[in-house]
């Protein structure tokens, strides 16, 4: 039985337990007999939505959903649970520090001319 947060790709390394903030992120465990309705995952800062249930391809798992980041998380590590057969299934996945959204009041520009001498 396994847990996880996103998935390692032939491109992208590191991915597995770290959400993805500008990225769609998906949560994925390998639980022999998930089904709808008793097969979910939870989280603290996590809602999920789009159950799939598998085999998939290129990955060992058996269902799969989307995980959507809640407003206002801070960075941190959080756990990601997946209850299946009755039993819970506990890993643990980071959040980075969100990026800064809003240029500040007064800065260079890029290709404005404010850098002109």
Do not use: I
């Not at 390692?8 to 998930?34: E, I, K, S, W, Y």
């Amino acid at each position: 039985m396994t847990v996880q947060l996103n998935q390692d790709t032939a491109a992208l390394h590191g991915m597995v337990d770290h959400f993805q903030r500008a990225d769609a992120n998906v949560a994925l465990a390998d639980c022999p007999g998930a089904t709808p309705g008793s097969t979910t995952f939870s989280s603290p800062v996590l809602r999920f939505s789009g159950y799939d249930f598998g085999p998939f391809v290129g990955v060992k798992a058996t269902v799969s959903a989307d995980a959507e980041l809640l407003s206002g998380t801070a960075a941190g590590s959080y756990p990601l649970t997946v209850t299946c057969g009755g039993k819970p299934y506990t890993t643990t996945f980071s959040v980075p520090a969100a990026q800064v959204s809003q240029v500040p009041s007064g800065a260079a520009k890029a290709g404005d001319g404010s850098l002109a001498e």
